[in-house]
């Protein structure tokens, strides 16, 4: 569907691509070569571009024989110095956890786009949700910290998949990059930028000679330089807890450090991690709280209500996790009311509620049988808000 | 032009899908306008409801659906009796009469599309093709210049003459049903 | 100094990790013997080795040794693997497994490395039992056997590895015993040099706690009974189905040419970039 994407002077023109094509074509701009999955309804688009778009430029697609696998060729091809992604839907996602916690410990650059559908279980395939937000947060098992950021549209599935590389490599961590099946499937025109016109971010390596490397040292950004499997700088990588040197380590004295600075690598940089999008909340009221496909709805609602005369704004948030509160704070101080529409019981709301301890009153707006919320569910509630 | 919706409805099989993608891609690549184009489908590849729908603007698009159309295309009697009356009041409405046999409402334009595609095109399953070519023409929400791009660039190769005569066959359809129309009313 | 003195000096990380986490008489240790000597005749260097392992007893010989390498999650060592050796194909990557790690948790990771044919070498060490976490039955303990989750014997039938990776399609199987030495160096060596999936079964023992449940004696005797019940493939074949009952074949089970995944993925490579020319 998307040949016409091989031909290069196709760049700078409009193209009309799915949300699920334009996560391709944003890997492939952040220098992604490995791409291992399995297919999934609403994801498997981005399987389908891949296998053909990926040994074009020289890079590698496979389709392993479940998502377990996917993650653990993924894992490995970024040990061995690739840029490396794979992409999947809820139940893929569950079977993920697994060796996404391992890539969490063992601070292993990579992408994991969940392109949500209804659930538990098989749930609705074919249908939009976004359930899984807090299993993007929590679905591996321990204390850790991860990076999500949640695509709206076409053109941020293409830049979020170049930022979600980026945050990958400058902080050695996974980045899950959550769509939705209406962004995933939703086709819209997108000029895809030239190469050099968006940052890309390669990883820092070592530079030291290698009998002097100490793979998990802290430093100021608390982010080691990474070897890559082959260059010289042989280390051990390994899921057990470990210290400094990659060793696995049971030493109280060496466990807290190593834990605190896999939260510190993420902690400090809240500046850089943490996005939203503002839209008319200088003067406004009332707060409609979205992301992913449920912010379009509310970004129609919220001008439908200032039509009709209701300070309406809307926040979107880019980044669900860490969950950034200092973006919200200020306007929970100010506001009448938040509004926060959510394609599930209630997953972000109460980490709204959570950081608003009180300050002004939040009201949610669920909708769980795979349609999306419309702009008039959001209106009727803004304008009795 | 403000946001325009159109909603394609039909039966799985019937080539909506890719019908809703080259009109997007005509009115958004070619027209230069904003647009989104969305579906629904169930799990069969063939015969379940399946449903697409192409949102043109001149203004960037914030939801992507169809909120009320104002063009409907029904290619079954089912989707007609599900979707007739989500139309706009000054809405279009244009329906199969191959297989829509009750219209719901006077207002419906009914052209043959799948007749037409099987005895003057030759090809049961350009029927979509010639649907696109007759809704271009009543409703002029894309130029068939456009069109004609956006279909040769999307059909399987090989295929071209074919799905060119195809869109000729449902302009002309369309052209004829204005022609009477015309002529009534005077 | 001593030709072993000299491979220790140079491939044990011997100044953090030792002593060892295996108990004293296990197979593994001679295993890890087996698995340097072997790569120290393929003349391959410590940087271009990646040495990929599970979790269990087996999964733990990684740390002790100075190559890149990666101890993953139970089960999943040929999938990181398979990431690793497509990622950098001039990598030599090597998995050692346990039999619960290789073919229960990892059972399917296995047949479909075996059937991708990627050039990796899979060293399974089976020792019947899943010993770490304290002798609960593997999918390779045998019928009737005790173990610490088959306390009135086990009512399961067994896997035997090296001919399920011979069905799955293994370019190259092997089976040795940790009895059979200097056979087991022979076995490693071949699969590393071999060009496709190549799979080593090493017959191991765990006598804390195999042997100890069901009465097999300590690693002496538990090594003794390798002695007896393997025969060379070679010799194997001039026996009859009776004679082979409750005997265990060692030596070289398959050797065949396969095409090889990454030499199948250069030609994709070039097939894709040369109609993306022809447009």
């Keep these: 569907m998307t040949a016409n994407l091989t031909d290069p002077t196709n760049q700078g023109r409009p193209l009309l691509l799915q949300g699920n094509e334009a996560m391709v074509e944003g890997a492939l701009y952040a220098g992604c070569r490995f791409f291992a999955g399995y297919p999934i309804t609403p994801a498997t688009e981005i399987s389908e571009v891949m296998s053909w778009r990926l040994p074009a430029v020289g890079g590698t697609f496979i389709q392993m024989e479940d998502e377990i696998a996917s993650m653990g060729a993924v894992i490995g091809a970024s040990l061995a110095g690739g840029k490396a992604m794979t992409a999947t839907s809820g139940p893929g996602f569950s079977l993920m956890q697994e060796n996404l916690g391992f890539a969490c410990i063992a601070e292993v650059p990579c992408v994991i786009v969940n392109v949500m559908r209804g659930g538990p279980s098989t749930g609705l395939p074919t249908h939009v949700s976004q359930g899984d937000v807090q299993q993007a947060r929590w679905g591996t098992h321990g204390d850790h910290p991860i990076i999500v950021l949640a695509a709206a549209t076409t053109r941020e599935c293409f830049d979020l998949t170049v930022k979600a590389f980026n945050l990958s490599e400058k902080y050695r961590t996974p980045v899950i990059l959550l769509a939705d099946e209406v962004v995933g499937h939703t086709r819209e025109k997108i000029v895809l930028p030239p190469a050099g016109t968006i940052e890309v971010v390669e990883r820092i390596r070592p530079t030291m000679p290698p009998e002097w490397y100490i793979p998990y040292e802290d430093n100021l950004r608390g982010v080691p330089p990474m070897g890559i499997f082959g260059d010289g700088y042989r280390y051990h990588v390994t899921g057990l807890t470990h210290d400094v040197r990659g060793f696995p380590t049971e030493r109280p004295d060496e466990i807290v450090p190593f834990m605190d600075r896999l939260f510190r690598k993420i902690n400090q940089h809240f500046a850089d991690i943490q996005m939203v999008v503002e839209d008319l909340t200088e003067d406004a009221e009332v707060l409609v709280l979205a992301y992913g496909s449920v912010a379009r709805s509310a970004k129609r609602a919220v001008r439908e209500a200032r039509a009709r005369g209701v300070k309406a704004g809307l926040l979107q948030l880019i980044t669900l996790w860490p969950f950034p509160r200092g973006l919200l704070e200020p306007h929970l101080r100010r506001v009448k009311a938040v509004l926060v529409p959510e394609l599930n019981r209630g997953q972000i709301s109460r980490e709204v509620k959570r950081v608003n301890q009180g300050m002004t009153r939040i009201d949610t707006l669920n909708r769980i049988d795979g349609r999306l919320i419309t702009p008039a569910e959001i209106l009727d509630r803004l304008v009795r808000m | ?186 | ?279």
């Excluded at chain 2, 203004?59 to 009356?85: G, H, T, W």
């Excluded at chain 3, 075996?114 to 039955?137: D, E």
């Design chain 3, 1 to 279: 100094m001593a030709e072993i003195t000299k491979l220790i000096h140079k491939y044990l990380r011997h100044e953090k990790k030792f002593p060892h986490v295996w108990c004293p008489g296990c197979g593994n240790g001679i295993v890890l013997g087996a698995l340097i000597r072997a790569i120290d005749r393929t003349g391959f260097s410590k940087d271009e080795i990646v040495l990929v392992s599970g979790i269990g007893c087996a999964g733990r010989l990684t740390v002790y040794v100075d190559f890149n390498t990666l101890h993953t999650t139970h089960g999943r060592a040929l999938t990181f693997a398979t990431g690793v050796k497509l990622a950098n194909p001039k990598l030599q990557v090597i998995v050692v497994m346990g039999d619960g790690d290789a073919t229960a948790i990892g059972g399917n990771h296995f047949i479909h490395a075996a059937r991708r044919n990627l050039n990796l070498t899979a060293i399974i060490v089976n020792n019947n039992v899943y010993g770490m976490t304290g002798g609960q039955y593997s999918p390779t303990t045998p019928y009737g056997a005790r173990a610490a989750t088959a306390v009135y014997g086990h009512i399961e039938q067994a896997f035997s590895i090296a001919e399920l990776a011979v069905t799955a399609g293994a370019a190259w199987v092997g089976r040795g015993t940790v009895y059979h030495a200097s056979l087991l160096d022979q076995l490693i060596e071949q699969a590393i040099l071999k060009r496709g999936f190549a799979v080593v079964e090493a017959i191991s023992h765990c006598h804390t706690q195999f042997g100890r449940r069901n009465r097999l004696g300590g690693p002496v005797e538990m090594m003794r009974w390798q002695k007896e019940v393997a025969v060379r493939v070679e010799k194997a074949k001039t026996m009859t189905p009776e004679e082979l009952k409750d005997r265990i074949t060692i030596g070289v089970l398959v050797d065949r040419e396969l095409p090889v995944y990454t030499h199948e993925l250069r030609k994709l490579r070039e097939a894709s970039q040369a109609a993306l020319g022809a447009k």
């Design chain 2, 1 to 186: 032009m403000k946001r325009y919706e159109i909603r394609l409805a039909g039966s799985g099989g019937q080539g909506l899908i890719l019908a809703g993608i080259i009109l997007a891609e005509a009115a958004g690549v070619h027209d230069g306008k904003f647009v989104c184009q969305t579906q629904s489908y169930g799990p069969e590849a063939r015969g379940g409801a399946s449903k697409a729908e192409v949102v043109i603007s001149d203004e960037e698009i914030d939801y992507p659906q169809v909120i009320k159309p104002d063009l409907l295309l029904c290619m079954n009697q089912r989707s007609c009796e599900a979707y007739a009356f989500d139309l706009k009041p000054d809405g279009l409405m244009v329906v199969d009469d191959s297989f829509v046999h009750d219209t719901l409402t006077t207002l419906a334009v009914p052209l043959p599309f799948t007749k037409i595609a099987r005895e003057e095109v030759g090809r049961e399953q350009t029927a979509n093709i010639v649907a696109l070519g007759a809704l271009a023409v009543l409703s002029g929400v894309v130029s068939l210049a456009s069109l004609k791009t956006a279909v040769l660039a999307r059909i399987p190769p090989g295929t071209g003459e074919l799905n060119e005569k195809a869109l000729d066959a449902g302009i002309a359809a369309a052209g004829r049903y204005l022609e009477e129309k015309a002529g009534k009313s005077q």
